[in-house]
């Protein structure tokens, strides 16, 4: 029997749709609920006898550096892990492997992994418009087959694909720029970005040796004036429409 009171939710979440589909997980537990959001949290945290569905993202076929940092900071102590991985129909590569060693090393046991894909924050023609009506069907009953699972205590150890080493972290070779015409200075940009990489004086500009194309900056935005752009940035688009235009399927381990 289910004898949690509140699910923590847990991700990084740059374009909003690793949140998205956390939430979506979360909805079949009648619990209260406690976000964390690795985009600005980033303390350190123990999770006692409890609950947590953490989600991030794939850059690359890795973690995102920032959300590794910040979940390496949360431990755990008999606390049951949902794992959600979102990828923008291209490859995952090691990023579950890694994700589920991390979270291991940390002590929270996981229950449950599931592989989810949205429409890719870089490249939109890859995967767009997802997660769409099949994905949030198969989604919901993950979630319903994971509330059974945990009332039952029918707890397994879940073992995913990947290799070690982990790939190289590797950041696009390309620049996000800002249309100063459009531009507002609202600083929206420079108060959501995990880098810091957008100084709050002139929000126009990017550092960008310490950007990792995340794309909050460009999500946040309500005027539309950040982007990806650059050479490099339309030779990277046409070889991935090129390989990965074919929809990828969602994985779920239990």
Avoid: H, W
């Avoid at 979440?13 to 997980?25: A, H, L, Y």
């Avoid at 994905?135 to 087959?145: H, P, T, V």
């Amino acid at each position: 029997m289910l004898n949690y009171k509140t699910v923590n939710k847990i991700y990084f979440s740059p374009s909003g749709t690793t949140e998205k589909i956390v939430n979506e997980v979360a909805k079949n537990f009648n619990l209260n609920r406690k976000n964390y959001d690795l985009l600005s949290f980033n303390d350190e945290k123990c999770f006692k006898d409890e609950l947590v569905i953490i989600g991030v993202p794939v850059f690359n076929g890795r973690i995102p550096k920032t959300a590794c940092e910040r979940l390496s900071k949360m431990k755990a102590k008999n606390t049951k892990a949902i794992v959600i991985l979102n990828y923008g129909n291209m490859e995952y590569g090691d990023a579950l492997l890694e994700l589920c060693d991390l979270l291991k090393a940390n002590n929270f046991e996981i229950v449950g992994v599931a592989t989810t894909v949205s429409q890719n924050s870089l490249f939109s023609e890859l995967g767009r418009n997802r997660p769409d009506e099949t994905d949030l069907k198969k989604i919901d009953e993950f979630s319903k087959s994971m509330a059974e699972k945990l009332e039952k205590n029918d707890i397994r150890e879940i073992f995913v694909g990947g290799y070690k080493p982990y790939e190289s972290y590797t950041t696009p070779d390309f620049s996000v720029v800002c249309d100063d015409d459009l531009c507002v200075e609202c600083l929206d940009c420079a108060y959501t970005c995990p880098e810091e990489a957008i100084p709050e004086e002139m929000p126009q500009m990017t550092k960008m040796k310490d950007c990792t194309r995340c794309s909050t900056c460009i999500s946040v935005c309500p005027e539309g004036a950040r982007s990806f752009s650059g050479p490099n940035f339309e030779l990277e688009r046409q070889s991935a429409i090129n390989d990965f235009l074919d929809r990828k399927d969602c994985e779920f381990f239990m």
